[in-house]
Each structure stands twice: as structure tokens, then as C-alpha cells.
């Protein structure tokens, strides 16, 4: 075979450094990028802070929670709770407050003895000072080990009790028993149950007996939970022979049970954004700027520059090259923030119905569209509106819950899918609780608005905003 060198012209995009370096900037968010100038700021010498001798302002920091959320106070995210029972209430349906009740003292001191500690430190400590054999004690240390951040057991008995076999010789049956009994009568009430109902029964079984409606509640818990979740009222009153104000007691003391007892152990990390972006009305004209506090003031070391352009003829190859790097940086990081504000102008100016009536204006936004408004690719503008966050007087927002897709309306013209989502959950908190709508009565009164949209479709909306169908809103 004969060997021979053949020479070919091609094009071909190559990214440069500080090509490839922009784009990775434009793609973090503000604390992400803070922390990756910090350490830019390490390696590199002729890199500093405007500001290095001066206080830094704190600037104003919003839960990452809120930012769909419009002005609402963002909630506490709700604890893990895979273990749950699969018959269990809405969330929705429960009150924001445990079932142990008593002046406001007795609530912070129970808000006190549990911070910073988790629920398997309490229970441990409780265990500690208990008057238990030391058998005894093992096993329920080993009850304790198998709960779920919720409180709840997450394996049978026996296999817990499979699991002690080699420690514990001849282990009985009624010893994990009884184990599970000392666990059940620790602080917080409900913890060690095997599912909903039992907890919710461990807790109502220890308030006084003259507690109106508790020995149905009990009996409801035990036997019927399911109807309740089902809300079968008709059934429920026939099996507890009960009338009606009597069912609504019974339901109301259910609900202010704690269905998960030990999620108030354990501190619960806090994800913070800063706001890249905030959007005023001036003028009667809706206007964003950039938030001064969340961008980096930055600037080339003046001695060292001056030091390397004395001596270059000397070999400086190292520091020139720093220079170079960042003056880049600094080019980049002012060319991140000017993009980020274009984008943010583009979108303020065609979703400016949003800022005056709120989400059921909202009208359908690609990235297309904005991408060719400010001249820049889509990826582009998939980068910049990711994890950056635009403060309004409506609430804190990622930049991409602008965007939507659209449905057709009777007059030929397009809603954004984030209107109609505000206009179900309108409707639904409009609505009789008695006869709360159906997904097709939903999609009814939403073509006699002139919005023509299926009820598979509203149905897919609704579950988005978590909403329970029509039969899990009845009231009883």
C-alpha cells in the first residue's frame, strides 16, 4: 500500500478562550458567579476589587421559593415523606400548626428544644434517661435508626426484628412489641407509627377525653380514613352514625393533627437568590435596570501592571498572560450583565399587561422571539434566563416564567398558558365548595371566555398548580 500526503481546506468554528469563557459566565447564576470570581480572584494577581477597602453593601436577598410566587410570602418547603401511606388528605387540607397546643410559652419552648437538633438526636436523648433495660432499650434504639425524616416506621416489625437477631438472642415478637409502645409514647406525639392512621390516632388518643367529637375522630382514623380522604360523606355518616355538624367537627379536629411529626426536627437548608434585575414604572413606562449591588465591581491591579510594563523586555511572559486574562474576565463579566439586561428590557416590554394586571394577562412568549428582538441566538437567550431573577412590584421571577406556550381563542388570537392557569385557580377559589367544577365544566366556562382549551387540558393545568379534582374539594 502506497503512503502519500494529501492537504484539504476546510472551515471550521473554533471557540475561543475568551469566547468559551463568556458563555460559561452568561450560563451561572449571580451566586454562582460570585463564587466563581472569588476564585479567579485567588489565582489571579493582577485581578481585584474595586472595592476591596470598603464595606461591600449587603444586598437585599429574597427566597429562591417566592419566585413564581408573586408577592406572597414564600412557605417552608415541605419535608420528604416517600414512606407516607398511600391513603392519606391533601395537603392542602392541613392547618399549619401541630397538634400540640397551648399558650404561646409552651410553643416556643417547643420550637426552642428542637432546634438544630434532628429528630433521631431527640428521641436518642429521651431514650438515654428512660427507665429501660438495656435489651429493652437496644431495641428501640434499632425502632428508632428505621424512622423516616417524617417519623413514620419504614419496615415491618419482623424484619426489624430480623435485623436484631444476631444481638439480641431469642428475640420475641412481643418484645419489639412493646419496644414500639415505649417509641409511641415519646415526644412528638405520633412518631413511630406504621402509617397516617395510626398517627393521626396515636395523637388524638392523648387529648382529654372530654374533647368534643374525639371518640369519633378515633374511631374515623382507625377504621375510615379512606372514605374521609375520599370524601365519601354519605358513607362516612352511615358507618360513624353521625350527622352532619358532627362530621364537620370530627373532620376539623382530624385536621389539626400533624401528619408528620417529625418533620419539625432538623434545621432545613435555605436556598437564597439575589434579584439580577429589578423593573419599575417610570414615567408610566415599565423600565429594568440592573441591580448594582449583585454586579462585581472588578479592575486590573495598577502596581502589577506597572511592574510588568517595566520590565517585559525581562520575561513577563506569566504576568502578561494573567493581564490578558483579566482584562477578559472583566470584558466578560460587564458583556454578562448588559445581555442580561437587553433580555430583560425585551421581555418587560412585551409582557407589560403582566405588570399592569397581573398573570391573566400574561400573553404567549417564545425564546425565538425575544432572541430575535435583541439579535442574539436562542441558546443565548436560554442561558441568560436561566437562574437569573427579576424583582417587580408583583413579586420575584426567574426570567424564563415568562416564556409560555399559547392556545388558540375563538377570535383568532392566542392566551399564554400561564393566564389560563391563573384564571383555573380564579375559578376554583370562585367556585361553591358545596359543587366544586369538574375539568370539563372548567373547559366550559373557559370557551364561553373565548379560550378553547380540552379537558385533558385543564386537567394537566390544574395538577401543575396543585389543585385536587372536583371530588377532593367537596366539602363536608
Given at each position: 500500500m502506497k503512503?502519500?500526503?494529501?492537504?484539504?481546506?476546510?472551515?471550521?468554528?473554533?471557540?475561543?478562550?475568551?469566547?468559551?469563557?463568556?458563555?460559561?459566565?452568561?450560563?451561572?447564576?449571580?451566586?454562582?458567579?460570585?463564587?466563581?470570581?472569588?476564585?479567579?480572584?485567588?489565582?489571579?494577581?493582577?485581578?481585584?476589587?474595586?472595592?476591596?477597602?470598603?464595606?461591600?453593601?449587603?444586598?437585599?436577598?429574597?427566597?429562591?421559593?417566592?419566585?413564581?410566587?408573586?408577592?406572597?410570602?414564600?412557605?417552608?418547603?415541605?419535608?420528604?415523606?416517600?414512606?407516607?401511606?398511600?391513603?392519606?388528605?391533601?395537603?392542602?387540607?392541613w392547618n399549619d400548626y401541630s397538634s400540640a397546643s397551648g399558650d404561646d410559652e409552651d410553643n416556643d419552648y417547643a420550637q426552642g428544644a428542637v432546634s438544630g437538633a434532628t429528630l433521631r438526636e431527640h428521641l436518642l436523648n429521651q431514650l438515654i434517661v428512660s427507665p429501660l433495660t438495656l435489651r429493652d432499650r437496644t431495641i428501640v434504639a434499632a425502632l428508632i435508626d428505621d424512622l423516616d425524616?417524617?417519623?413514620?416506621?419504614?419496615?415491618?416489625?419482623?424484619?426489624?426484628?430480623?435485623?436484631?437477631?444476631?444481638?439480641?438472642?431469642?428475640?420475641?415478637?412481643?418484645?419489639?412489641?412493646?419496644?414500639?409502645?415505649?417509641?409511641?409514647?415519646?415526644?412528638?406525639?405520633?412518631?413511630?407509627?406504621r402509617n397516617l392512621a395510626e398517627c393521626l390516632t396515636l395523637q388524638l388518643r392523648v387529648l382529654p377525653a372530654d374533647t368534643p367529637a374525639r371518640d369519633d375522630?378515633?374511631?374515623?382514623?382507625?377504621?375510615?380514613?379512606?372514605?374521609?380522604?375520599?370524601?365519601?360523606?354519605?358513607?362516612?355518616?352511615?358507618?360513624?352514625?353521625?350527622?352532619?355538624?358532627?362530621?364537620?367537627?370530627v373532620r376539623t379536629l382530624i385536621l389539626s393533627m400533624n401528619p408528620r411529626p417529625g418533620a419539625a426536627f432538623g434545621v432545613d437548608e435555605t436556598h437564597y437568590v439575589i434579584p439580577d434585575v429589578y423593573v419599575r414604572k417610570i414615567k408610566g413606562m415599565w423600565i429594568a435596570s440592573l441591580n448594582a449591588d449583585a454586579m462585581p465591581k472588578l479592575r486590573v491591579n495598577r502596581v502589577y501592571a506597572d511592574i510588568l510594563a517595566r520590565h517585559r523586555e525581562n520575561g513577563g511572559n506569566q504576568l502578561a498572560?494573567?493581564?490578558?486574562?483579566?482584562?477578559?474576565?472583566?470584558?466578560?463579566?460587564?458583556?454578562?450583565?448588559?445581555?442580561?439586561?437587553r433580555v430583560s428590557q425585551a421581555i418587560v416590554d412585551r409582557q407589560k399587561h403582566f405588570f399592569e394586571h397581573g398573570e391573566v394577562a400574561m400573553r404567549p412568549l417564545v425564546l425565538r422571539e425575544i432572541a430575535d428582538a435583541v439579535e442574539l441566538h436562542e441558546s443565548t437567550i436560554s442561558r441568560v434566563t436561566t437562574q437569573k431573577y427579576m424583582m417587580t412590584p408583583r413579586g420575584l421571577y426567574e426570567l424564563k416564567y415568562f416564556f409560555g406556550s399559547h392556545v388558540?381563542?375563538?377570535?383568532?388570537?392566542?392566551?399564554?398558558?400561564?393566564?389560563i392557569r391563573a384564571l383555573i385557580k380564579q375559578l376554583v377559589a370562585a367556585e361553591n365548595i358545596g359543587k366544586p367544577l369538574s375539568d370539563g365544566q372548567l373547559a366550559e366556562v373557559l370557551g364561553q371566555q373565548g379560550i378553547?382549551?380540552?379537558?385533558?387540558?385543564?386537567?394537566?393545568?390544574?395538577e401543575s398548580l396543585q389543585i385536587p379534582p372536583a371530588n377532593m374539594r367537596r366539602s363536608l
Open positions: 503512503h502519500s500526503l494529501q492537504l484539504k481546506l476546510g472551515q471550521h468554528l473554533t471557540l475561543t478562550p475568551q469566547l468559551q469563557q463568556s458563555i460559561r459566565l452568561l450560563q451561572l447564576s449571580t451566586l454562582e458567579l460570585n463564587q466563581e470570581l472569588e476564585q479567579m480572584l485567588q489565582d489571579n494577581p493582577l485581578l481585584e476589587r474595586e472595592d476591596e477597602d470598603e464595606t461591600p453593601p449587603e444586598a437585599p436577598v429574597h427566597t429562591a421559593e417566592a419566585e413564581t410566587q408573586g408577592t406572597e410570602t414564600a412557605a417552608a418547603p415541605e419535608p420528604s415523606n416517600e414512606s407516607e401511606p398511600a391513603t392519606s388528605l391533601d395537603d392542602a387540607d425524616e417524617a417519623g413514620f416506621l419504614t419496615q415491618p416489625l419482623e424484619d426489624i426484628a430480623a435485623g436484631l437477631a444476631d444481638e439480641l438472642e431469642e428475640l420475641e415478637p412481643e418484645e419489639v412489641e412493646t419496644a414500639l409502645k415505649h417509641l409511641q409514647n415519646m415526644d412528638p406525639t405520633g412518631v413511630g407509627a375522630a378515633i374511631r374515623l382514623t382507625t377504621h375510615y380514613l379512606d372514605l374521609l380522604a375520599a370524601r365519601d360523606v354519605g358513607k362516612l355518616k352511615k358507618m360513624l352514625g353521625i350527622d352532619d355538624p358532627t362530621l364537620r367537627t498572560t494573567q493581564l490578558q486574562e483579566a482584562r477578559w474576565l472583566i470584558k466578560n463579566v460587564q458583556q454578562r450583565f448588559d445581555t442580561i439586561l388558540s381563542t375563538d377570535n383568532g388570537g392566542a392566551c399564554s398558558s400561564t393566564a378553547v382549551v380540552a379537558r385533558r387540558t385543564v386537567a394537566k393545568y390544574r
